[in-house]
């Protein structure tokens, strides 16, 4: 079963002592990863963990038949949390845990990250977007906001240039993502990441041909359910967003990692009332064709 992980974070701080480990594990599973960057360093690293494990393509001996080959690849951009400089206390939904995230306020390099979208190994551009949920009593709404939308216009701009899809972060922000994405397309799409909204404004993003990320938050209850039921297997992809948002039935606290996607490969099966089987194989593909490979 080759599962295919479209959002880990082994390249934060939480994997530095065994993130080539964790990735052996993944990759020995023939599994594919998506390692993210949230800002100029850990997207760079995210490019250097694909490259390291780039001799190490091959397809399963245990998938006789399967032509599919796990990799591990790279996704560049800087989150939307990291263009304010500060700090602010994450909580997780559902799960109750805080973790105090520093941010570096960094401002868009468009030369910097030209290079590291041209990378082989980068397969979207991202995590960028909007988030709209983490301002604390003093920010100037305003301007974070237009600030926000005008980096997500540039990266998009440099999506469009290098001809890769996007891969979106979005919280609280879903309407005016929705009208950027329609008046500014993205001509290869992308992948709404960690998708937490309605099946009717799912339904818009899929018009526009994008795939909605899910992950541990719809094993939290069933509160995902209906959303789950409502879209076709054929608009998902299967993340993990590691080391957060640990799917149950794991104990709460445990990090998460991306053979942990499993989980959330499960809950999917049961929901939809089909086999596991087949939800790894939609998926993979799913996340095979948006991501160009
Ligand atoms: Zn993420």
Redesign the pocket.
């Known amino acids: 079963m080759n599962l295919f992980d479209t ?1 880990a ?1 082994v390249n934060f701080n939480a994997f530095k002592d065994d993130g080539e480990e964790v990735l052996r594990r993944c990759f020995e599973a023939g599994m594919s990863v998506v390692n ?1 960057g ?1 800002q100029y360093s850990t997207s760079k690293r995210a490019i250097e963990y694909a490259h390291k494990f780039a001799n190490f393509s091959k397809v399963q001996p245990s998938d006789e038949g399967s032509t599919f080959e796990g990799g591990i690849y790279a996704a560049i951009g800087i ?1 939307p949390v990291h263009l304010k400089k500060g700090s602010f206390t994450h909580i997780d939904p559902e799960e109750l845990t805080e973790q105090e995230i520093t941010t570096t306020g960094e401002t868009f390099d468009y030369v910097k990250y030209l290079e590291l979208a041209r990378d082989e190994k980068v397969v979207a551009i991202g ?1 960028v977007g909007l988030d709209y949920h983490h301002f604390e009593e003093n920010d100037d709404v305003d301007f974070l906001k237009n600030l926000q939308k005008e980096t997500l216009l540039k990266f998009i701009q440099l999506a469009n240039v290098v001809k890769k899809p996007v891969m979106i ?1 979005c919280w609280d922000g879903y309407d005016d993502l929705l009208e950027i994405l329609t008046n500014f397309p993205v001509a290869k799409k992308g992948i709404i ?2 998708f937490i909204g309605s099946y009717k404004t799912a339904n818009k993003f899929i018009a526009l041909g994008y795939k909605l990320g899910l992950n541990g938050i719809i094993t939290y209850g069933d509160g995902y359910d209906r959303l789950i039921k409502e879209i076709d297997l054929k608009n998902i992809v299967l993340e993990t ?1 590691c080391p ?1 948002l640990t799917p149950r039935p794991l104990e709460k606290g445990t990090r998460n990692e991306p053979l942990f996607v499993s989980h959330v490969a499960q809950k999917i099966a049961d929901v939809k009332n089909i086999s596991l089987e087949d939800v790894a194989k939609v998926t993979s593909q799913n996340a095979k064709e948006i991501l160009g490979l």
Do not use: L, N, R
């Open positions: 959002h974070h993210v949230s989150h995590e972060h990441h960690s967003d957060y």
